[in-house]
């Protein structure tokens, strides 16, 4: 079976730089991805690692280190769009989705 | 291009009424899945298909049924209702091209309650 673990929530003011943990059980692991979900919405992709290190795209980045079983999402520059929940998902070779529990950001002025 | 629909967008349904939850992509994606959210949680996978002909059950397949007979289309049948699938039901494609890339595109979602 699978695994992940998130903080429940984070808050941080505009203009900062938040990480968003997520470690890691699973029997078959084939990448890490991350999604944004606001309130009411469907969840909208933000990254995938299938390979240890950095991605970056835009004001996010996201980080996988299998050996660890961990990854994180960094947001910089924080704006009050994006207070929402984001979720960790990890994959198998199979295609089969495990979804974290998520992780809610609120963002103040 | 619409992307992923999922009709209806509300549903309430009695207990042991049955219904199917449409979804449809025109992105010519292989890869199709359903998933539930409960309020406050993450996503649960139910089914996935990774191509015409080709189902597999997920985390939660219990109580629903699917059927993959077309690369668009991916129904999502439950025949008994009862109140413990009350959810917010996704549709999801993805095209994956690994390592580096398995962007799922979700749909709408579907708010069912079952009373």
């Known amino acids: 079976g699978q695994s992940l673990e998130q903080p429940s929530e984070v808050t941080a003011v505009e203009g900062a730089i938040v990480q968003i943990n997520c470690t890691y059980q699973?029997?078959?692991?084939?990448?890490l991805s991350w999604y944004q979900q606001h309130d009411g919405g469907a969840p909208t992709f933000l990254s995938y690692?299938?390979?240890?290190g950095l991605e970056e795209t835009g004001r996010f980045s996201s980080f996988l280190s299998r050996s660890d079983s961990y990854g994180y999402l960094l947001l910089q520059e924080l704006q009050m769009k994006d207070s929402a929940s984001y979720f960790c998902?990890?994959?198998?070779?199979?295609?089969?989705?495990?979804f974290g529990p998520g992780t809610r950001l609120s963002v103040l002025p | 291009n619409a992307g992923v629909t999922q009709t209806p967008k509300f549903r309430i349904l009695k207990i042991g009424q049955s219904m199917t939850l449409q979804c449809t992509q025109d992105?010519?994606?292989?890869?199709m899945y359903w998933y539930r959210q409960d309020p406050g949680m993450g996503l649960k996978l139910i089914y996935y298909?990774?191509?015409?002909?080709?189902?597999d059950k997920g985390e939660v397949p219990n109580g629903y049924n699917v059927s993959r007979s077309t690369t668009e289309d991916f129904p999502l049948r439950l025949e008994l209702a009862a109140p413990s699938q009350t959810s917010v039901y996704f549709c999801?494609?993805?095209?994956?091209?690994?390592?580096?890339?398995?962007?799922?595109?979700f749909g709408p979602g579907t708010r069912l309650t079952v009373l």
């Open positions: 999801a494609t993805s095209r994956p091209s690994a390592p580096t890339d398995n962007e799922q595109f």
């Open positions: 699973t029997s078959g692991f084939y990448g």
């Open positions: 690692n299938g390979l240890d």
């Open positions: 998902a990890v994959n198998d070779y199979g295609q089969n989705f495990v």
């Open positions: 992105m010519n994606h292989n890869y």
């Open positions: 298909s990774v191509g015409a002909g080709i189902t």
